[in-house]
């Protein structure tokens, strides 16, 4: 990658393998809204507009000393190109591949990808957007004229199931202030999930209400960045039934989260 500083903008030039718009909108982040070909994202209380030109990301009016936290966000230091030459091995994911080449797994705040994914329970994406949305305006801090940053545990700590109302998230209210309760107690640690075991940390966050194997997973793949995951939704279930009826193949070992990403998005968009 190479970094120039143009009119108040950061160019990030030589980026392999990335698709933006593929990336923010195949389901696993929700905070991500585009117009005109430019991308307006929050993550923590950070906001940011970028868009994408093949190989040449622009940041607008981002501060030089924030570049680093999205490159990490963005995982763009990763060898994506490796990855998908081994997973492409297979023939139905070198079909995905192909098809939405550029995809790659966003590494999210632990918190917001945990409450962002009990949220996604049993629900679609445009009312988890909605939800979000709702739960940031709220309780979040304002951070610019159109946006809020996601509100912190510490944030949420005082709240009840009634205080969430507002949000319209149901069922999954008393979920969140579950999560925030046992957190707060340290019954679930963030922190402590970082150091263990794939196993072991599923089990840690399956302590909370409404967290089950496929909410854990999510939050582990997309916040902790634990790539050995692989959450299963319909769609992954069907992709399971059809083609890999046996099991997965041998070359997805070590990058399943990133080859669930692929499989997940290519056969929830085709038509049959």
């Known amino acids: ?7 108040g903008n950061i160019i990030v030039t030589d980026v392999e393998c990335f698709s933006l718009a593929l990336s923010l909108d ?10 005109a070909g430019v991308w307006r994202g929050v993550v923590k209380d950070k906001e940011l507009f970028v868009s994408q030109e093949k190989e040449k990301l622009i940041f607008y009016n981002l501060k030089k000393d924030d570049l680093p936290f999205w490159i990490k966000y963005f995982d763009l230091e990763r060898d994506y190109r ?21 995809i790659r797994i966003l590494r999210q705040e632990p918190w917001e990808a945990l409450c962002s994914f009990i949220i ?8 988890i957007k909605g939800i979000i949305e709702r739960l940031c305006r709220l309780f979040g ?26 949000i319209r998230a ?9 999560a925030v309760q046992k957190i707060n107690k340290e019954e679930v640690s963030l922190e402590r999930i970082k150091g263990l075991a794939y196993e072991d940390a599923k089990l840690e966050l399956m302590k909370i209400k409404g967290v089950g194997e496929k909410v854990a997973d999510c939050a582990l793949l997309y916040g902790f960045n634990y790539l050995e995951t692989f959450p299963k939704d319909v769609w992954v279930k069907r992709v399971l039934s059809e083609l890999y009826p046996e099991g997965l193949p041998e070359c997805v070992n070590g990058y399943k989260g990133i080859a669930q990403q692929y499989l997940f998005h290519w056969r929830r968009n085709r038509t049959n």
């Not at 990658?1 to 009119?7: E, G, H, I, S």
């Not at 912190?152 to 109302?165: F, G, I, M, R, Y």
């Open 170 to 178: 149901g069922f999954r209210s008393k979920y969140i202030v579950d």
């Open 82 to 102: 490796g990855i998908l030459d081994t997973l492409m091995c297979d023939e139905s994911l070198n079909t995905a591949c192909r098809e939405y080449y550029g």
């Open 141 to 166: 801090n304002r951070i610019s004229e159109e946006a809020w940053a996601f509100p912190t545990v510490k944030q949420l700590s005082h709240l009840s199931p009634e205080d969430l109302a507002p």
């Open 1 to 7: 990658m190479k970094v120039d500083f143009v009119d």
């Open 120 to 127: 996604s329970s049993n629900n679609n994406i445009p009312r």
């Open 26 to 35: 195949c389901g696993q982040a929700f905070r991500w809204r585009q117009n």
